[in-house]
């Protein structure tokens, strides 16, 4: 056991016994119970989940039916806090829609699986099932809970708003292109945490000297940028907003006017300063895009959703209960000796369930 209140990373929890886990994964033949499950696992502003709702939802979260008793305990750790953050978010989505006076009949639900099943070229909902590794109540929930999503967001994705996210940024859906060159420093790590940081600021320093006049950015670019494009003053040539980059390098790119010279900003590749030497506009209408408007609205919709839901709640995790730390996914998983209280405005950006 760990002393009350330490928290204990997912590689900790190894010389634990698998303390928070084996409760909930023994419930569908994935473990060995050793310990017995809290009652209640965790509270989302006083409505409590029980063991068997924890279970239900493990078995839920993508990749745990492949779990085995040999599977590492970390990563059994990590499928529990998905499970646990994914409950969190269905909570609160279901209260939300009470709220709203939302109702997702039985009806609805079968109307969309059979949408589903016909989709995907099946006779019969068994045959869609074996595909999916689905069984047919996971199969209702997960339906039950799209709908419910489309609902709540409905209003936010009528036609003018549709047509009012085009016109804000055409230049992402138009199909424009952006000639880009950026200097790209990669920080030192075996420098230690403090890395990124330093790294950081002296892209800062670049950033003010291109600014100031001292340096032209494709000058600046050969004397600091640590990628091939150095030899080419950073030119990295014309980019679409879909092309295959990374999200972050696209995104800050398409934010930048012509002649803009960005903030710094971070890539798996390294932190990096850009700008836009060249723009060839588009001409991809509404009509033609508005499916991916459709898509990229929707995705920015919910989440705003629920996260504003998130910073609203309050979430009481049972000790031994395995989260992310604060509440946030993405964070390490942290599993505590006493209740751990996060409270309404402490959470940051959560994942879709």
Same mark, same amino acid.
């Given at each position: 056991m760990w002393a009350v209140g330490r928290r204990?990373?997912?590689a900790a929890a190894l010389s634990a016994a698998s303390l928070a886990i084996t409760w909930s994964l023994?419930?569908?033949?994935? @473990?060995?119970?050793v310990e017995r499950a809290p009652a209640v696992v965790l509270? #989302?502003?006083?409505?409590?989940v029980s063991a068997t709702q924890l279970s239900a939802a493990v078995r839920r979260v993508p990749g745990a039916r492949s779990l085995t008793p040999s599977t590492p305990p970390e990563q059994r750790l990590l499928v529990e806090a998905r499970a646990v953050d994914s409950l969190i978010n269905e909570r609160l989505l279901a209260a939300a829609a009470r709220r709203e006076a939302i109702i997702v009949t039985p009806q609805d639900i079968d109307a969309r699986i059979d949408r589903l099943v016909a989709?995907?070229?099946?006779?019969?909902?068994?045959?869609?099932?074996?595909?999916?590794?689905?069984?047919?109540?996971?199969? =209702?929930?997960r339906v039950n809970l799209d709908l419910t999503i489309e609902k709540l967001l409905e209003p936010q994705l009528a036609e003018g708003a549709l047509r009012a996210e085009y016109n804000a940024r055409r230049r992402e859906f138009d199909g424009s292109r952006v000639r880009v060159s950026h200097v790209v420093l990669r920080p030192e790590m075996s420098l230690g945490t403090g890395a990124v940081a330093d790294?950081? %600021?002296?892209?800062? %320093? #670049?950033? =003010?000297? #291109?600014l100031r006049g001292d340096a032209t950015f494709a000058d600046a670019a050969r004397k600091y940028s640590s990628g091939p494009s150095r030899h080419r003053g950073g030119d990295i040539g014309f980019i679409g907003r879909l092309d295959p980059m990374t999200e972050e390098f696209s995104a800050a790119a398409f934010a930048l006017a012509k002649g803009d010279v960005s903030k710094p900003f971070t890539t798996p590749f390294g932190i990096h300063v850009a700008t836009v030497t060249e723009i060839e506009p588009g001409k991809l209408s509404f009509e033609a895009v508005r499916g991916l408007v459709l898509r990229q609205v929707s995705v920015t919709a919910f989440r705003n959703l629920v996260q504003g839901l998130r910073s609203k709640a309050r979430v009481v995790y049972s000790p031994g209960v395995p989260h992310f730390a604060g @509440?946030?996914?993405?964070? !390490?998983?942290?599993?505590?000796?006493?209740?751990?209280v996060v !409270?309404? @405005?402490?959470? %940051?950006e959560p994942v879709r369930p």
């Open positions: 204990a990373t997912a023994a419930a569908h033949g994935l @473990g060995q119970a509270t #989302i502003d006083d409505e409590p989709a995907a070229k099946k006779v019969s909902l068994e045959d869609f099932l074996r595909t999916t590794g689905d069984d047919g109540d996971d199969l =209702r929930h790294t950081l %600021s002296r892209a800062e %320093s #670049i950033r =003010r000297e #291109i @509440g946030r996914p993405g964070a !390490e998983v942290v599993v505590l000796e006493d209740a751990d !409270e309404p @405005g402490a959470t %940051s």
